[in-house]
């Protein structure tokens, strides 16, 4: 598949129209940021397809720079701070899952204050490199702030006890670890749009969740796993 305006925006809507659906279909509040991932992942997708038309030129400066700055501020420092306070959140009952996932919020936290850092300090640039965007952004400590985000992002899904969330997690990592081999330069672009695609297994989570409360009951916390 080859990236590009066109792929960001069919994407993005897809995978929109189905995160409605997610968000829809969710019964307990403590489980909406989480259902709520998908969504946001798809605006994401079409912010970018924006980002493209401000490479190309067929946008005003001022609107490519604010797309720009928009999807950075979700890829960069909003992803790793909201994911694991998201499944912290839907995991809150279950106090074994609920102290495994604290620490890497710290970690998300800690990691979302130096993106925030290194996005105000200096310029935030989107540059074409054949069919994939490399967003430029001086990050200190970049390797340490790579494996923070990582480990936020994918590491609190994977330890959360839920088989679902511990899938939406490995493959999100498969992912991670493909567009590193393939895009390294490009890995925050790809990254972000293969997560699009991943967190739709967060449906089947909502189906679950629901199917396991019943018609007509409140929800009960699924058992760690």
Not at 204 to 209: A, F, M
Request: hydrophobic content about 55%; overall charge positive.
């Amino acid at each position: 598949m080859c990236w590009s305006p066109t792929a960001d925006l069919v994407a993005g809507t897809v995978v929109g129209v189905i995160a409605i659906a997610t968000v829809a279909r969710t019964r307990r509040p403590r489980d909406l940021p989480l259902a709520c991932l998908p969504l946001l992942l798809g605006v994401h997708q079409l912010i970018e397809a924006v980002v493209w038309r401000g490479v190309d030129g067929t946008v005003s400066p001022g609107t490519a720079h604010l797309a720009v700055l928009m999807w950075t501020a979700i890829a960069f420092p909003l992803l790793p701070a909201y994911v694991p306070l998201a499944v912290l959140s839907a995991a809150w009952p279950q106090r074994p899952a609920r102290r495994r996932v604290l620490p890497l919020c710290a970690v998300g936290l800690a990691t979302s204050g130096v993106l925030v850092y290194a996005m105000a300090s200096g310029p935030v640039l989107a540059v074409a490199d054949g069919h994939v965007l490399t967003y430029n952004v001086p990050v200190p400590g970049e390797n340490l702030v790579i494996a923070g985000y990582l480990l936020a992002t994918l590491g609190t899904p994977l330890i959360s006890g839920d088989r679902d969330l511990r899938l939406f997690g490995l493959t999100a990592a498969v992912g991670a670890a493909v567009c590193v081999a393939v895009w390294e330069l490009a890995f925050a672009s790809t990254w972000c749009a293969f997560a699009a695609l991943t967190s739709l297994s967060l449906l089947h989570w909502v189906w679950r969740g629901k199917a396991a409360a019943g018609p007509g009951t409140h929800p009960v916390p699924a058992p760690a796993i």
